[in-house]
């Protein structure tokens, strides 16, 4: 049960540069061909925290939370709540980025697997699948 980076919940934004791997993912789950896939619920910390440095209105930060929410129902993503004192302290005993470590460490209390792109993971004890391997390709019509 892999869990998604946060770069994940900003390619769900139209304009971001990785939209057509996020809704190659998508699809990908709408076929089944991926399964069990959570958003831990420190990626959504982070969002909020760089939309804010970003600064985004928290009526804007609002709308995207309440998009990504739909459309994590939409495809029965749930929210892995992992954010406690053993995450922390896991997160701690490495060096990198700090939300980075975080979600390394939920998913090292999961199933040690990240869907990213972030080759950042690659250091931080988990596997990872990158995002570009569900393509930019739009289906082929017939």
Not at 68 to 94: E, G
Request: glycine share 4%.
């Amino acid at each position: 049960m892999p869990v998604l980076d946060t770069e994940f919940l900003f390619a769900l934004n139209p304009r971001d540069r990785h939209h057509s791997e996020a809704k190659g993912l998508l699809r990908a789950l709408a076929r089944k061909e991926v399964t069990d896939v959570v958003v831990p619920d420190v990626a959504l910390l982070e969002f909020v925290v760089t939309m804010k440095s970003h600064g985004f209105t928290e009526e804007e930060i609002k709308r995207a939370l309440l998009a990504i929410k739909r459309i994590l129902l939409d495809y029965r993503i749930p929210v892995l709540h992992a954010l406690d004192i053993d995450t922390l302290v896991d997160a701690l005993s490495y060096t990198n980025g700090f939300f980075d470590r975080l979600i390394a460490a939920a998913a090292r209390r999961h199933d040690s697997v990240v869907i990213s792109n972030d080759n950042i993971f690659d250091a931080l004890g988990v596997m990872r699948i990158p995002l570009s391997s569900f393509g930019s390709a739009e289906p082929k019509r017939a």
